[in-house]
């Protein structure tokens, strides 16, 4: 089988909204009460990846035979962050089915923002990490990512503690599986 890569365009919005609340739900469900779960999957709307693919994001989708297995998306930065006066973007989502771990769909799909985003003109990219996920941490630094400061994540009413991370742009790194 072979993993193929594209670009989401408006009509990939009911893709991206069940494997959004999928990926998220089989990563970090666990966590949550049902009710914090249904609050923030209405981030994984059809209607709200729509006006995301309409507006400011762009989403790269891994696929097998048709069917996607994981997806990276890009945007403006919205972190309240120092910038330096160094122009950003941030990486909002990568997420990758779990019996697809391990097979550089990841390391693939964090390059292609990477590269999207300084091909967008930005100078760093950030993200957030929750602090109890290990291997997302091990696989960010491997990426050249600095941790910079902590970050409250909500699901619902639930606090998370997140750590924003960035990397810059202008120093070629190369994600590692």
């Known amino acids: 089988m072979s993993i193929t890569y594209r670009t989401a365009t408006v009509a990939d919005a009911a893709l991206l909204a069940d494997l959004g609340a999928r990926t998220f739900t089989a990563t970090f469900g666990h966590l949550y009460s049902s009710a914090n779960l249904a609050i923030f999957l209405d981030n994984h709307t059809q209607e709200r990846w729509a006006a995301a693919l309409a507006g ?22 919205t972190f309240a962050v120092e910038r330096g006066g160094r122009t950003a973007a941030q990486l909002y989502q990568l997420y990758v089915d779990a019996p697809w771990h391990g097979s550089g769909i990841a390391a693939t799909l964090l390059d292609w923002s990477a590269t999207t985003a300084r091909e967008q003109g930005a100078a760093d990219l950030w993200l957030s990490v929750f602090v109890d996920n290990p291997r997302a941490r091990r696989f960010y630094a491997r990426a050249g990512f600095v941790e910079v400061m902590p970050y409250t994540f909500m699901v619902g009413d639930h606090a998370d503690e997140d750590i924003i991370c960035r990397l810059a742009l202008d120093v070629r790194t190369e994600a590692a599986a």
Do not use: C, H, K, S
Not at 61 to 69: R, S
């Open 56 to 77: 400011d994001a762009t989403v790269r989708l891994a696929e097998v035979n048709g069917v996607a297995i994981g997806y990276a998306r890009i945007g403006p930065l």
